[in-house]
């Protein structure tokens, strides 16, 4: 019977409220859409990434650098739990429920999904920017979560973006930007004793393999012994390179009216942290 009635539920939410567009980042993925040019495009609420990427982190609004050798479902639920604990809720006032967003969870403070409000334009002629941003572990003052002394640690942004009209009423607008992150992530694992890493078996093959297994944990022995015998507290290094491209179309259909093409693209290369090779 509850399962029922979750089902019912389910099916009359979709109906009363229409899911948005998915918003750009998908490799691959174009939208198209004609919308009504917003009065105030200011309060449009902020894209996401529905995926949590590495390189999409949000630290200005709290946000923390999650572990990438942990899978993430974007359908999971668990997902807006875990956001609500790190970043925290607040009361959300919400005026009008507008049909192409969607709401849930912003009662409990998260963001509405980002729909295809158009922005006014107001410019008329080129138009553009470019930024490059450094962070390097030299400036910094303290080493958090690390093992002995600060290690070498950077990450670069940058990009531009270009707007420009075609013709009378069109507008388009090229962006792109990178992020290549270098650093040392901080765990605990736990490893052999120093009188556990001799391997015992006398058959060569199986002494071999035996080795190459105990080879694989850090050649350091347990520090923190206070929570088990066996456990090491250490560091791994991480590389994480991030990209994306987005490119917007505008053209005006009247007073009230505008046409936009979308293409928006998202790219994430990994080579994730391993305490155990």
């Known amino acids: 019977m509850t399962r029922l009635a979750l089902t ?7 109906g009363l409220m229409a899911q948005p567009p998915q918003a750009p980042g998908t490799p691959g993925q174009a939208q198209a859409a004609k919308a009504a040019v917003p009065e105030d495009a200011a309060t449009a609420p ?8 590495v390189s999409q982190t949000d630290a200005a609004a709290g946000e923390n650098e999650r572990n990438e050798n942990v899978a993430v479902a974007p359908v999971d639920l668990n997902i807006l739990k ?3 604990v790190r970043i925290g809720t607040t009361a959300t006032v919400i005026p009008q429920f507008l049909p192409d967003l969607g709401y849930f969870g912003s009662e409990y403070g998260v963001a509405p999904s980002m729909g295809l409000h158009v922005a006014a334009r107001a410019r008329r002629a080129l138009h553009g920017r470019l930024y490059e941003s450094h962070q390097n572990s030299v400036l910094g003052a ?30 388009v607008t090229l962006a792109t930007n990178q992020q290549k992150t270098r650093g040392m992530v901080n ?20 002494r ?60 994430q290369k990994v080579i994730a942290f391993q305490l155990v090779p």
């Open 46 to 53: 902020k894209a996401r990434s529905p995926e949590m990427q």
């Open 208 to 267: 071999a393999y035996v080795r190459l297994i105990l080879d694989a944990y850090p050649d350091e022995i347990p520090n923190r012994t206070d929570i088990d015998p066996r456990m090491l507290n250490t560091n791994s290094p991480q590389r994480v390179d991030g990209q994306t491209w987005n490119a917007h179309f505008d053209q005006n259909m009247g007073m009230r009216d505008r046409l936009m093409f979308q293409y928006g693209y998202l790219g």
């Open 187 to 206: 765990g605990n694992v736990l490893v052999p004793l120093p009188s556990e890493r001799t391997p015992l078996a006398t058959d060569p093959a199986l």
């Open 142 to 171: 303290r080493a958090f979560f690390q093992v002995g002394g600060l290690k070498p640690a950077h990450d670069n942004q940058y990009g531009f973006a270009v707007e420009t009209p075609l013709w009378r009423g069109s507008f």
């Open 82 to 84: 875990d956001l609500l």
């Open 8 to 14: 019912l539920f389910a099916f009359l939410s979709s």
